[in-house]
């Protein structure tokens, strides 16, 4: 029989508790499930009240991956959607994880959560800049250390004020906190930094997707700032060979960076983190430190 949960007066059937979804390391979905109860607090507060996408792995990293944004078949009447009207499918809505009770029965999906750079309500204004350091081999995070640290110190000039995370896969994100600005701006000014990054350390960056271009140099994707994309949110788990997870990162960690495994942590490593140090990103959730998108520079 499928256990049932009271989570704040919904009732959730949580499904396959002993279900191993990372062979590598042996964790279950339970292990999920309790992962995710564990860091609602930040995690709910880095995704709230914005549409989500799912990258559901519900056979573990090795088995089948397909991303959704509109709701699941059989999404509980009480769970929040928002219209998110597409070129395709004008009435499209999409998710609001709100609260516990929807955390927890989205985690019984097994999904990595997704939210684009804008608010329910604001499609296409955004409050977010983020850029996406992505490594091509044999280049690993340790190269992402250095791009990381130029971009600081590049949106610094500019008044903005810059926040790490692992991407929980092979790179790492940096996240501004912006005034309300419209994403087309967002995304010229963040492929514009990308620009500069590439010109001032030609050897180690690009700012092209194209392959060739990319072993042994960091791409600086700008281009998750664009209204219609999506940015794995702080505190998800990644579907890889094991339970990593999108962790936010101090400065002092990204400086100190000088091994892939420096910059690498599973779902058992962030509740002590929590507990140490907080939320490393909850700036990004304070309007009082959002700041204006700087001009173009010439």
């Known amino acids: 029989m499928t256990p049932i949960t009271l989570v704040e007066g919904r009732r959730i059937a949580l499904s396959n508790l002993d279900k191993v979804l990372y062979p590598e390391t042996g964790f279950t979905k339970g292990e999920v499930l309790h992962y995710y109860a564990t860091v609602a607090g930040p995690l709910l507060a880095h995704i709230h009240n914005r549409p989500v996408s799912f990258l559901r792995y519900p056979d573990g990293p090795d088995g089948q991956l397909f991303f959704t944004k509109n709701p699941p078949p059989g ?7 928002t219209p998110v009207p597409r070129s395709e499918d004008p009435s499209a809505e999409q998710l609001v994880v709100a609260d516990l009770a929807t955390l927890m029965w989205s985690a019984n999906l097994v999904v990595e959560f997704h939210t684009p750079q804008w608010t329910a309500g604001s499609p296409a204004v955004a409050d977010r800049l983020v850029l996406d350091l992505d490594p091509g ?7 992402c250390r250095a791009a990381a640290l ?14 790490a995370k692992t991407s929980g896969s092979k790179g790492l994100h940096l996240a501004v906190a912006l005034e309300p600005t419209p994403s087309e701006r ?3 000014y963040a492929k514009q ?8 350390l030609p050897d180690l960056v690009v700012h092209r997707m194209a392959k060739v271009l990319r072993p042994g140099k960091v791409f600086v994707d700008h281009s998750q700032n664009a209204a219609a994309k999506t940015t794995a949110a702080p505190y998800t788990l990644r579907a890889r060979a094991r339970p ?3 962790a936010p990162v101090s400065w002092a960690e990204v400086e100190a960076c000088r091994n892939p ?5 599973l ?3 962030i509740p002590p983190r929590l507990a140490l140090d907080g939320d490393l990103l909850a700036p990004l959730t304070d309007p009082g430190r959002a700041h204006p998108l700087p001009g173009r520079r010439p």
């Open 75 to 81: 999404t509980p009447a009480w769970v929040t959607t």
């Open 137 to 143: 081999p044999p280049a690993t995070v340790v190269e």
């Open 150 to 163: 130029w971009l600081r110190d590049r949106l610094a000039a500019d008044g903005l004020e810059a926040f």
């Open 186 to 188: 967002v995304s010229a």
């Open 193 to 200: 930094l990308a620009q500069e990054a590439e010109r001032d």
């Open 244 to 246: 990593t997870v999108s």
């Open 261 to 265: 495994a420096d910059l690498v942590f």
């Open 267 to 269: 779902a058992d490593d």
